[in-house]
């Protein structure tokens, strides 16, 4: 794909919020707010050489898709503090859609799923946790690792499934992200599962806490990730329907897979790791 037609949406995604009347409510973490400022300002300098997170790749597409879908209304970022307030605004109407990816079956009957964003199987993630762990980063396989202690977010409902499929037994859930960095670090558990890294030392970062992945070992997820759309809101029919369409034109034109190229999802660095 043309590099040109990616600079050509973000153009577009730059300006375009300050040209529509009507206004539309989006879910967002003050984190995910700042690195989607933080990577508007560097693209301007870098373009597609802008470093890119997955997570605002996803807030690109989902932008992206709304334009594509024939909607230009203006995007009001309402600050959520995590994914259980994003259900409950969805689950009342009091939001109609969410750039947040989710897997399939996630959500409740008040919730509806996008057209797939990422499609079944090509979801990665990579086990993390503190390089000190000599226990968890000399790991051969993984049965050297089924008695060590996880923690997931309590919405990745098949991130718990894959790991007790796999046999991992100790596995605890929090609703807050920033706590499963703060449990690695100060509560003695091991590790946790996060997207494959934007970043060439392939670190994750939080307030000051560091986490390393395990070598040679990449999980996979089996289920599709979509955006949510509510289905108590007033536009919700018109929403679902301009990001179905926009979905599809971005998966056709390549734009959907030329951004998590950029995010480092697809990387032919992994293509060696055992695949679980």
Known sequence: MNNNFIGFFIFLLLSFNGQANEVIDIPITQTLLSEYHAYQQEFKVKKEQAFLKRTVADLLIFQQALIAGGITAKLNYLIVPNLKREFLL???????????????GSVSDDVKLSTAIIKKGNFKKLMYGLKSNQKLMSANNLDDLKELRAVLASGWKYDKEKLTQLGFKHIITTYNYPTIFKLIKHRDIDFTLLDLPSRENMLKYYQGIELAPVPNIIITLPNSRHFMISRNHADSEKVSQALTKGIRILHENGTIKKYYQQAKMYHPRFEQWQEF
């Open 90 to 104: 969805l689950k009342h109407g009091e939001i109609v859609a969410s750039p947040r990816i989710i897997s399939e």
